[in-house]
């Protein structure tokens, strides 16, 4: 069956329902979700969205802080959208009746986060994604030109003569759709459950930069993933995210012996970056031989049960008092800096297709993402894609300059057993992990590239609509993309560490890797 909405939109987090409220005044726009509307990273955001509106603060400041955070590969213009853009955008989910926290003046509450010089953070209790969410769906639903498609399986674009014209995708009942649209938009977030240890949710597999790169899109930086430094670590437990915000807040990390430890990794001690914090926390562990906790009891109980409510309901459940008890962390797989490689506007390299948050790849984030920018980027972008997406601004090269360092040699891989899921994870995390080498990035990426071209083998030959197969071959693809990129970048930077190579190397280095999609057809 064919559909004809104006505008698709993949994905019902921030960036997509933001792009959503701009284009439905214009024409009719589908947004398809693959769970239910309300599962995306977006929800899952606890600590805030950063934005400079203090009278301490500038978007100057805030720009100097993300620079700093990104480590040398930041696209400095697309930086500056982020920063000045973002405070009307703010500001207008203020007006739509956001419930950010206020302090006892009546004023928007500001809290402070990792590499921040000044306290910018706005924040709905410890469930801002949330709080976010409920009130851009909230105006989506009243939208009589939006249409959403739960439990969608999205399995490719539409390309006509170089441009996307569409998607195909399975609905919930199974049935077989084309959408064809003037312009397609990917915000399908990001690509957390590639690694074993993640703070994600089971959607974020990296569908929308396997998409694009199967249509033949340029994706970019995908060896830069940021490891959070604070999940909980109960064996049996999830790996639930405990906020940087609870660091912000006065929150210290402690080894085994309740010592205090960060100030002899970094002079920022427990508001260090955060891949400085993850790693410092496994090199704590591996040098007491014992665990690493986030303690909060020199505070006010009472205090941290309300300020951070759900982190408290969280621990209650494993039979921890937040307030009182130190809380075993430790690092996850969070945030991947890289993905489908766009301009200021969204706009990827094939005419079409666009992309905004997680997914995209602006160059905001570059070597390592600063606390609280990702639903801030999300929202700014997302808002600019759907001006992009109606035809305005005039089209314009990306790259914007930056250098790229481009991916060489055979894409394909020998056919073998394609790796389950679990194996996938796995072997990312501990080959494409935090601390990663020459010897096992080059098994990893053998693996991959072998177990990439069996699952494409199995993916023919399976039924068109088996939901499992085509995740899993997603799943593999993000996994290979990155592992590649990893092994191609000799340095160490940002949230990427080499054992092999663990300095900074700006003479070689300070450059963009990319890969152009493979043009897969199934």
């Not at 003569?161 to 077989?176: A, C, E, M, T």
């Not at 060896?223 to 906020?243: C, D, K, M, N, W």
């Not at 992990?433 to 990035?441: A, D, K, M, S, V």
């Not at 199995?458 to 799943?475: C, G, I, R, T, V």
Request: proline residues 5%; glycine residues 12%.
């Amino acid at each position: 069956m064919y559909l004809s909405p104006d505008f698709v939109v993949i994905g019902s987090g921030i960036a997509g329902l933001r792009a959503a409220i701009a284009l439905a005044p214009v024409g009719r726009v589908l947004i398809l979700t693959k769970a239910e509307p309300t599962e995306s990273n977006t929800g899952y955001a606890q600590g805030g969205i950063a934005v400079a509106l203090g009278e301490d603060d500038s978007p100057e400041l805030h720009a100097s802080d993300t620079i700093k955070a990104g480590d040398g590969l930041c696209d400095e213009d697309a930086v500056r959208v982020l920063v000045d853009d973002g405070i009307k955008y703010v500001q207008e989910l203020v007006d739509w009746g956001t419930r950010f926290d206020r302090d006892e003046n009546g004023r928007l509450a500001r809290g402070r986060e990792a590499a921040h010089s000044v306290r910018r953070v706005l924040h709905a209790g410890d469930a801002t994604g949330r709080e976010i969410a409920r009130v851009l769906w909230n105006r989506v639903g009243t939208l009589k030109s939006v249409e959403t498609a739960n439990h969608a399986l999205v399995t490719g674009l539409l390309v006509e003569g170089g441009r996307v014209v569409g998607v195909r995708f399975y609905d919930q009942l199974g049935f077989p759709r084309d959408a064809h649209a003037r312009a397609t938009l990917l915000a399908t977030g990001g690509a957390g459950r590639v690694f074993r240890e993640t703070t994600n949710p089971p959607v974020a597999t990296g569908d929308g930069v396997a998409l694009a790169f199967h249509a033949g899109a340029r994706v970019a930086d995908l060896e830069f993933v940021q490891f959070h430094p604070t999940a909980l670590a109960v064996p049996g437990a999830p790996r639930f995210l405990i906020s940087e915000a609870l660091r912000g807040d006065g929150g210290r990390l402690v080894n085994g012996r309740g010592q205090p430890f960060m100030g002899r990794y970094h002079p920022d001690g427990d508001l260090a970056p955060r891949d400085v914090v993850a790693r410092s926390i496994v090199r704590e562990m591996d040098m007491t031989g014992g665990s690493v906790f986030l303690s909060m009891s020199h505070l006010e109980p009472d205090y941290v049960v309300q300020r951070f409510p759900t982190i408290a309901d969280m621990c209650r459940q494993v039979r921890l008092d937040l307030g009182r008890d130190p809380i075993p962390v430790g690092p996850a797989a969070h945030y991947v800096m890289g993905g489908v490689d766009t301009d200021l506007w969204g706009r990827t390299s094939i005419a079409g297709l666009l992309a905004a948050g997680e997914v995209a790849c602006t160059g905001v984030h570059g070597a390592n993402r600063l606390a609280s920018n990702s639903l801030l980027e999300g929202l700014v972008f997302g808002a600019r894609a759907a001006e992009a997406m109606q035809g305005s601004p005039a089209a314009a090269a990306i790259r914007l300059g930056r250098t790229p360092a481009g991916i060489a040699g055979d894409h394909r891989g020998a056919a073998s057993r394609p790796l389950t899921t679990p194996e996938v994870r796995d072997l990312m995390w501990k080959s494409v992990g935090l601390f990663r080498t020459r010897e096992g990035l080059q098994r990893a990426v053998a693996t991959l590239d072998a177990s990439y071209a069996s699952h494409r083998g199995a993916l023919e030959s399976a039924p068109a609509d088996d939901a499992d197969a085509w995740k899993q071959f997603n799943l593999v693809t993000v996994a290979r993309l990155i592992a590649r990129a990893a092994l191609r970048r000799e340095e160490s930077r940002g949230a990427h560490y080499r054992d092999d190579f663990p300095k900074r190397d700006d003479i070689h280095w300070k450059a963009h890797i990319t890969e152009d999609g493979d043009h897969t057809t199934l």
